[in-house]
């Protein structure tokens, strides 16, 4: 099995900034692509950010800009440096990670969210 934890999320004025992380650990061979998603309360999760194990990322158009996704590939780790937040940021944020485990089956895996609110 493999374990997503996040950390970073809280409460935060518009115009301020937070940085959320995710450490990935457990059944882990090598790790695909790691990314965000939000969801906001009635709405559907969707994407934020993601990162290749290359390197490459790609943004929803809402946060280019704003956010910064990065990832430590040796700690198994990603990253998301959000800045200008903005109210309509608001949501729960989940990690999700690609991951081969060590019989190199992938699976694909969720953290259990951070709120992150943003206040007008």
């Known amino acids: 099995q493999v374990q997503l934890v996040e950390s970073g999320g809280g409460l935060v004025q518009a115009g301020g900034s937070l940085r959320l992380s995710c450490a990935a650990s457990?059944?882990?061979?090598?790790?695909?692509?790691m990314g965000w998603y939000r969801q906001a309360p009635g709405k559907q999760r969707e994407l934020v950010a993601i990162?290749?194990?290359?390197?490459?990322?790609n943004y929803a158009d809402s946060v280019k800009g704003r956010f910064t996704i990065s990832r430590d590939n040796a700690k198994n780790s990603v990253h998301q440096q959000m800045n200008s937040l903005k109210p309509e940021d608001t949501a729960v944020y989940f990690c999700?990670?690609?991951?081969?485990?060590?019989?190199?089956?992938?699976?694909?895996?969720w953290g259990q969210g951070t709120q992150v609110t943003v206040s007008a």
């Open positions: 999700n990670a690609e991951v081969k485990n060590i019989a190199r089956a992938t699976t694909n895996n």
């Open positions: 457990g059944n882990i061979f090598s790790i695909n692509a």
């Open positions: 990162i290749a194990g290359g390197g490459s990322t």
